[in-house]
């Protein structure tokens, strides 16, 4: 029976997070004030019903020939990424950004969605084509490569947030493609050398405690070498990068460090998602019936900040049960990806998870001032086309993947 | 690929689920912090996000006259308000506003002036709209985002002019008041008493205002009016009883003869005040809600000064009615008897040194004893009594009577006489040896010269005479505690002060104010002093202070009218209050009542028509002074 080979649990938790999403996604649109966001639930079916079918056309592509079509469909993503920073245009809070590609005045989606999955498509043929998992950073050139081609380029358009999921789904596919942990460490140790070097104290600690971790370590010469002048080259471009950075993007991180730095622009944002949430309490103000959702003071409450909305009308409680629904969601994924029939395939599926879980700790991250804002939805509850449809295209191949392996368990070779 | 055996994957998929639980729980511990260990924090934050407090008004306490009626009461009015995000869009809508209620640009400048001082009040467009304007601006609130309207209390004075200077008036607090901190705990937009009772008594009228919160989004516009949240209702202010008489205020004021500035005071022995008046008058109503900037105008610009309280703010010379004050001091230093007489008799006028002083009357008074003096108001008695007393005296026991003092009224901006301290002054005014001590001793001694009296001043003093011998402070709600001075005098010297004026009125320069009535007309038997305080600026003023009935005393009227020439004037409306307050309003209609009142140069007929029980007409005072336009 083909039925009974259908993940049950994955298509339950799947089907209500959409439905969560919905539910929420309608409240969101219900102001005093009027708004853009008033009748997006009902496009938003319309978005679930294409979702349904890239789900099942994904469900009913072999993955033979999905590892086949890798690189084409990885060299077509970044062909559009090329294209949306030439002609592309933006949309709403991002109105001056590159990231939308229209046709003929409509706006048809954002490359960078599609990006995500091709990437991980690309890095997951890449890495399961070798025979040993990269040991030493010359290994990781190619990988590297891979990511960082789509990862520059949405950094362009800018798209910080998307930028940061291409970073999560490298650090987590080469996690399950048996990267040693001391590797990864040694790759994110710039990266932490550029956090801290905002401090000069932090730093040299850092440094230190780097230099330290090297000798218990002892990685090999070239290794080690190239990680601490990166992590010295870092520290040292902290400031002219900084000053780089547009002004909107400096607001976002100091208002970050503290909101009422700028409680009327920068930290507006933190500030009134802050306040929607912790008014909410643990059973919330009710559904639809959120104070500062309803009279405008919550910006973005069907995109971005939709989770603000969860934690002002349905507490605590609302907050937990979503919360979850996504690390149930997260659990069935690695199940799968355990499970799967190849290292193509389970690979695949761990790109999914790193991809998924990007999004939900940034996004839900922000929303109470954990993280940083960027403009990063949230899979299943923010309105948006291209996102949704990704999504569901990613739930798709996870039930392939789920129904290859349970197939293969029968045969056992 | 080697490295997905099943061993190796499944301590991978453990160690992934180990990290993403942990990420998990950090976003539910920010949650569960944020939530419900600083949900209350939050809750505040989001409610003063969305909720503005808009003052309620208090309704200001009741004044009531001795007998319960109303002076100043409240009555249901309107308020209209206008919540805006920003001044361009306030304007926006005050414009369409305009289309209902016309308000002028200087209004509308106004208002946006104030709504930028405090951005997140509701800003104040009529203070008192009637009720056909509020049904128009309802029906058009759709197009008029913002709108707010209240029903708040508006005070009402139903006599209007007639008690314009004894309540004063109310308005809005200024911003210059409340950085002096003249009203406790009025905020931007409270309504404060700013004259009369209304501000001497604003602690226990105004009462405390409540608050009611409104709902407005994140652009500031107003979503619902009635917020769940519970409003605080107003403290109504205290109401206060006075001592006045509402319908002898009415009266003094129907009786005044138009056109004429001056004031009327009438109070008991006992220092109760029962009739405040000062003319011209304003309408306090005018203010409620907003006087318009053209009438305020008007009311400082106007020559007549209406604003100004004349029975407590203005000076003028005693005159003759301080001639009782130099005969108690003469009375009380044993200096002379009621049946003493001037080595000089008069013949209309007295030499000194080389020059000459006369008497008001030309052809003399002949020789007369003090209370024939006091009867005739004889110059010449006077000057004489005035030298055998000496400036210095005069002077010290003037001081101890309380012409130097403030009568201490229970009203606000009472001025201060004006009356030497000592000769002292007259050195410091003038330079020693450039002024004559004994031409100074005869001004003072009839009332003029360096002496400016208000006239509750006088008031206190009459009061008095009629009374005790000791000076009580006039009071309208509460009397002060300090202790009035003592005239020092014996029963029988005040007993025979009060026969002298009597003979004043009966024989004297206020002959006739006895009235000779035909038919029902009771007899009421008035003392009095008739004065003629000479006005360097124009026609001489005219005093008249008297009391009834003069055997025993219940009320004091004093009243005094610009450019009247002569106090003779001014009697028959003094008299016609005190026949008002004692014998009540006539029972006969339309009794015609001759009155005789003499000059003080040459007496004349007066006719006087009282129609008292057809209500309070005024009544047209044959022979009015030609002095009642402003000159």
Known sequence: ?413 | MNGFDSYKVRERADVARWVLGVAFLVLGGAFFRTQVMQHEKFQLRAETNRLRPIPLAAPRGQILDRSGRIIAENVPGYSVKLIAPSADSLRAVLARVGQVVPIDSGAVTEIVRRFRAARYQPALVLGDADFTTVARLEERRSSLPGLVIQAEPKRLYPSGRAVAHLVGYVSEVTEGDLAAQRFPGAQLGSIVGKAGLEKQYDDSLRGDEGVRYIEVNARGRLVREEASTATLPPTPGRPIRTTIDLDLQRFIDSIWPAGIRGAMIAMTPAGEVRALYSAPAYDPNDFVGGISSRLWRQLNTDDAKPLLNRAIQTRYPPASPFKLAISAMALKRGLVSLDTRMPVPCRGGMQLGNRYFRCWKKEGHGAVDLIGAVAGSCDVYFYQLGLRLGLDAIIKDGVLMGFRDRSGIDLENESRPIYPSSLAYFDRLYGPRNWSPPATTLNFSIGQGENTQTLINMMRFYQALSGTGIESTPYIVRQSSTRGASLGLTASQLDGLRHALIAVVERGTAAGSAIRAGGKQKELSIAGKTGTAQNPHGKDHGWFIGFAPAEKPVLVVGGIMEFAEHGTNVVPTVVRALRRYILGPDTTTAVKVELIVPQDSAPRTLDLETTDSAGIAPVPLDGRPTAKEPR
């Open chain 1, 1 to 413: 029976m083909r039925a009974a080979r259908i993940d049950g649990q994955l298509i339950g938790v799947s089907a209500l997070l959409v439905a969560y999403g919905l539910i929420i996604l309608y409240s969101a649109g219900q102001t005093d004030v009027p708004t853009r966001a008033a009748g997006v639930w009902w496009h938003q079916f319309i978005w679930v019903g294409v979702g349904l079918v890239a789900a099942t056309v994904a469900f009913n592509v072999s993955f033979r020939l999905l590892e086949w079509l890798s690189p084409i469909v990885y060299g077509f993503s970044i062909l559009l990424l090329v294209i949306v920073l030439v002609v592309g245009t933006g949309a709403g809070t991002a109105e001056s950004s590159h990231s939308w590609l229209s046709i003929g005045g409509h706006q048809i989606g954002q490359p960078s969605e599609l990006a995500k999955v091709a990437t991980v498509l690309m890095l997951a043929r890449f890495l399961s084509s070798r025979k040993e998992p990269p040991r030493a950073l010359h290994d990781l050139i190619g990988p590297g490569l891979i990511i960082g081609a789509p990862f520059l380029l949405v950094l362009k358009q800018p798209d910080l947030g998307s930028a940061i999921v291409f970073v999560g789904i490298f650090f987590a596919m080469l996690f399950w493609a048996g990267v040693r942990p001391r590797l990864l460490f040694l790759l994110a140790s710039p990266g932490i050398s550029l956090l801290l070097a905002f401090s000069t104290v932090a730093w040299i600690v850092w440094i230190l405690a780097f230099v330290l971790i090297i000798w218990a370590w002892r990685p090999y010469l070239w290794d080690w070498a190239l990680c601490l002048i990166a992590n010295v080259v870092m520290g040292t471009l902290a400031m002219p990068l900084w000053k780089h950075l547009a002004p909107y993007q400096q607001n976002r991180l100091l208002t970050f460090l503290n909101p009422e730095v700028d409680p009327r622009a920068a930290g507006y944002h933190a500030i009134q998602s802050r306040v929607a949430i912790g008014s909410g309490g643990w059973f919330g103000t009710g559904y639809t019936q959120g104070p500062q959702k309803r009279l405008a003071f919550l910006p973005e409450q069907h995109t971005d900040f939709v989770f603000s909305v969860v934690g002002e009308e349905l507490g605590f409680l609302g907050v937990f049960v979503a919360l979850a629904l996504f690390l149930t969601l997260f659990f069935v994924l690695i199940r799968i990806a355990r499970r799967a029939p190849d290292a193509f395939s389970s690979l695949v599926i761990f790109g999914i998870v790193g991809l998924f879980f990007t999004h939900v700790f940034e996004n839900v991250g922000m929303t109470v001032n954990l993280m940083p804002i960027t403009g990063i939805p949230l899979p299943f509850f923010s309105y948006g086309g291209s996102f949704f449809v990704i999504c569901s295209l990613c739930l798709g191949l996870a039930m392939r993947v789920a129904w290859d392996s349970r197939l293969s368990g029968y045969h056992d070779f």
